[in-house]
């Protein structure tokens, strides 16, 4: 019998054995946002059942909400109304809903971590398949549909099957310039984005120690984008240093008692995989996509690959529409691209020192004229302590846009839109056609790259010599 | 959720791989309240460019109008984790999606809404797609659950897999949160088992959080 981390975790919550091989398995925290809640709660009051734990489930309003400064609400016609509704279901139900009003309040995955409602060991069921972000904390979390989220409403379960379990270690130290973002992209380009069907995805290696637990969260978010729904990393010193103090996190005795636990639980597991990928990642330079997936991903000083070097003639014909709908061409230097847009945000790449890092660069600097640059940070604590540090002086003195907290451009479901035809740099997790707006075409960078490209107005490298 | 049962329909094919969520429905689409009436936001961005009707795309020809059967490439349906995906295809009519494989969120979600994702070796979906295209769309598709088959007009036939609990309940049409409300007894027993082993798990009721900032 394997004795992975994820065999750990995935044994500790299985309530009973089902008929054909899957299990019904225990939640220990539940996450809702805005784009389900008023579905899931209606259908429960509906069929007359109970919310079973509304102490074990949160409600985020993150994507429909506006975003600029002095926001009410939202900007979407329709959707206040489901707001309204999420606040009077979690009202009536008795479970907390972070509305934009609350001081806590953020994306819904910046929002769990923050709060400590996510911890290792712990079963976090987020209906958004970005639920993957706060596996860094050691925590087994993948996303659900709304049909889903409601069976947990009434039942605080989840019938699920447990995945096979691929091993991504990565080694060496890392480059300047190159940190989370830049791993995952090149792990997608490697692996494909199907690549990790059917498995889970655990993290390990030297290079993946050495990065912030801030840096682990923007990793394990795009796990989703190679194709696999959970994330995980086997908790450390660091997991714990991060999470004590947090909100719902335990405290006092029990907090040591949880500390013993986990370690205890993280302590000699296989490591072992079913698959086991493994990256020198010593020579990796920084990242962009050049195309309408992120699997179609190159180094920011490289060039479009070429469709007649690829053999499968499906591939082929991807590759050929994705270069139509970006507007670039074979061997094409990718640096130099005019860009009009850029963003930084999303529960990819909105935390603190994303933020910081993005400020260095631009600090002292102006924004090209040809380019809107929106700052979005991933919670009002965020936001609160980016100011405290300034750094919304230096966004807003170099020209970009300083927001409020929310998903705003990643989902682009707030109005927050990339103008059709534009070229759009930005720190989120999905390229896909029509993704940040109608025939927008985005490139998915690090906050440094984003930052560089709104000074200089073209796609470019920071840290070129 | 309804039963599912055996039908013969036409099949639409759209093979170009990983076409996702957000291309089957779009932003527009997403605020409501309601599981029905999404089929019209359904490939909205492809169906029409700049409010025109385009033609040359597969929903918009006339032969594939009442179509009952999806045809879909590798990766089908992959991406944001969003049920209106599956919603609009129901709400559309289509009873059934045979793809080589299939994004993670919307096979399962399929599932809770009686739509049955069928799985079958990438050069037989071609095959049948090959099939139906030639055809002018013509040659229908029967989808058999009980059985396990897929047949077309033209004698072909090609079996494919299902977990037995899946077809099953799609079959009656079952419930997934009676089946396991059923079970209530040994949640029960597991939580107080782990109570005593996690304690910090179990919040309580009504319990409010001290407000400390972060950092």
Redesign the interface.
């Known amino acids: 019998m394997s004795d992975t981390y994820l065999d750990r975790l995935w044994d500790a919550h299985v309530?009973?054995h089902?008929?054909?091989?899957?299990d019904?398995i225990?939640v220990?925290r539940h996450l809702l946002h805005d784009?389900?809640c008023?579905?899931a709660f209606?259908s429960v009051e509906e069929?007359g059942?109970e919310v079973k734990h509304?102490?074990?489930t949160w409600a985020v309003a993150d994507?429909?909400i506006a975003t600029e400064p002095g926001r009410t609400g939202t900007n979407?016609?329709?959707?206040q109304?489901?707001l309204d509704?999420m606040r009077k279901h979690t009202d009536d139900y008795?479970v907390k809903m972070f509305g934009i009003e609350d001081?806590?309040h953020g994306i819904i995955h910046i929002v769990s971590a923050?709060?400590g409602i996510a911890?290792p060991?712990?079963t976090v069921l987020a209906?958004?398949?970005h639920a993957c972000t706060v596996g860094a904390l050691g925590t087994l979390t993948w996303?659900?549909?709304?049909?889903?989220a409601?069976?947990i409403l009434?039942?605080?379960?989840i019938?699920s099957t447990k995945p096979k379990l691929m091993r991504v270690e990565f080694e060496g130290s890392l480059r300047e310039g190159v940190r989370a973002k830049d791993l995952i992209l090149h792990l997608i380009g490697h692996i494909g984005?199907?690549g990790g069907?059917g498995y889970a995805i655990e993290y390990d290696g030297t290079a993946l120690r050495s990065l912030s637990i801030e840096d682990r969260m923007t990793l394990c978010n795009m796990t989703m984008e190679a194709?696999a729904?959970i994330a995980l990393i086997r908790p450390d010193e660091k997991v714990y240093d991060y999470l004590k103090?947090?909100?719902?996190?335990?405290a006092g005795e029990?907090?040591d008692?949880?500390v013993a636990?986990w370690r205890a639980l993280a302590a000699n597991c296989d490591e072992t995989g079913d698959r086991v990928v493994t990256l020198d990642v010593s020579d990796l330079g920084p990242q962009i996509t050049w195309g309408t997936?992120p699997s179609q991903v190159i180094s920011i000083d490289g060039t479009i690959p070429d469709p007649e070097q690829e053999p499968d003639e499906?591939?082929r014909?991807?590759m050929q529409?994705a270069m139509e709908y970006m507007g670039v061409g074979p061997g094409d230097s990718i640096k130099g691209l005019d860009v009009q847009q850029v963003f930084i945000g999303s529960c990819t790449n909105a935390r603190?020192d994303d933020l910081r890092r993005a400020s260095r660069i631009v600090a002292g600097k102006r924004v090209a004229d040809t380019v809107r640059a929106i700052v979005v940070p991933g919670s009002r604590?965020i936001k609160?302590?980016a100011e405290q540090e300034g750094l919304d002086r230096i966004f807003l003195d170099a020209g970009m846009e300083w927001h409020e907290a929310g998903c705003s451009m990643c989902?682009?479901?707030n109005g927050d839109l990339v103008a059709p035809d534009t070229r759009c740099v930005s720190t989120s997790n999905?390229n896909?056609?029509?993704?940040q707006g109608?025939r927008a075409r985005s490139h998915l960078v690090s906050p440094e790259i984003a930052a560089a490209c709104a000074v200089s107005g073209k796609i470019s490298n920071p840290w070129e010599v | 959720m309804k039963p599912f049962e055996n039908f013969r329909g036409i099949a639409m094919p759209m093979m170009r791989p990983d076409i996702d969520t957000e291309q089957m429905i779009n932003r527009d689409f997403l605020i409501t309240a309601s599981r029905k009436g999404l089929s019209k936001g359904l490939f909205h961005d492809l169906r029409y460019r700049n409010g025109e009707k385009q033609a040359d795309f597969v929903m918009n020809l006339p032969q594939y109008r009442d179509a009952k059967v999806l045809i879909g490439g590798p990766n089908f349906a992959s991406g944001s984790s969003r049920e209106h995906a599956v919603w609009a295809v129901v709400d559309y009519g289509i009873g059934a999606v045979i793809a080589p494989s299939y994004g993670v969120h919307f096979y399962r979600n399929a599932l809770k809404n009686g739509l049955l994702p069928v799985i079958l070796p990438l050069a037989d979906v071609a095959e049948i797609a090959a099939a139906v295209e030639a055809s002018n769309g013509s040659c229908e598709v029967a989808v058999s659950l009980t059985e396990q088959t897929v047949k077309l007009d033209n004698g072909k036939e090609y079996a494919f897999e299902i977990h037995s609990e899946a077809k099953e309940a799609l079959l009656a049409g079952l419930d997934d949160i009676e089946r396991t409300l059923r079970r209530s007894t040994r949640i029960s027993a597991f939580q107080a088992k782990d109570r005593l082993e996690r304690p910090w798990v179990y919040l309580s009721k009504g319990q409010a959080p001290t407000e400390i900032s972060p950092e």
């Open positions: 309530i009973d089902l008929e054909d091989g899957s019904l225990h220990d784009l389900h008023a579905i209606s069929s059942r509304p102490e074990m994507h429909m979407v016609p329709g959707a109304l489901l509704r008795g001081a806590n923050e709060q911890l060991g712990l209906c958004d398949s996303g659900t549909g709304t049909s889903e409601e069976h009434a039942t605080q379960t019938r984005g199907s069907h194709g729904e103090g947090r909100n719902y996190a335990p029990e907090w008692l949880a636990h997936m499906s591939a014909a991807q529409r603190i604590n609160q302590l989902a682009a479901i999905r896909f056609e029509g993704r109608l």
